[in-house]
């Protein structure tokens, strides 16, 4: 993987880091853009990352049969993270699943009008379910 992380952004993450108190990783995720749907439960976001897949595999048929997925770089912790995706780059704990390396390719994560980005982006796509 050729993704770096341009010295703002890592300074910017780093200071987010320090001010949580379990141990962080940065994380790029797949989603998918439209209207929010509220699920029923609580504290969706302290649940594991498996528990919301495994949701997400349940609900995939309420999906319409063309979506638009696109892509946000944020933070979460380490421990909801599925340790065989954890990479350090340009001294950055990271979470990118195997499927994203290849998408994301040669890019640099900016820091940018108080938002991390791609540069160059990293475009959207339509996704059609059978």
């Known amino acids: 993987m050729k993704l770096h992380i341009r010295p703002s952004a890592a300074e910017f993450i780093r200071?987010?880091?320090e001010?949580?108190?379990?141990?962080?990783?940065?994380?790029?995720?797949e989603f998918v853009a439209g209207s929010l749907?509220?699920?029923d439960g609580e504290n969706w976001d302290k649940r594991p990352t498996q528990d919301?897949?495994?949701l997400?595999?349940?609900?995939?048929?309420?999906?319409?049969?063309?979506v638009m997925i696109e892509y946000a770089i944020g933070t979460t912790e380490l421990s909801?993270?599925?340790a065989q995706y954890v990479r350090v780059i340009d001294g950055?704990?990271?979470?990118?699943p195997d499927e994203l390396i290849e998408a994301i390719g040669e890019r640099d994560i900016v820091f940018d009008k108080g938002v991390l980005r791609f540069e160059p982006p990293l475009e959207s796509y339509e996704l059609r379910r059978a």
């Open 80 to 82: 909801r993270v599925p």
């Open 15 to 17: 200071r987010r880091f």
């Open 56 to 66: 997400a595999r349940q609900r995939v048929g309420e999906l319409p049969s063309k």
């Open 19 to 29: 001010s949580e108190s379990t141990e962080m990783v940065l994380v790029v995720t």
């Open 37 to 39: 749907r509220e699920l």
């Open 52 to 54: 919301l897949e495994k």
């Open 92 to 96: 950055i704990k990271c979470c990118f």
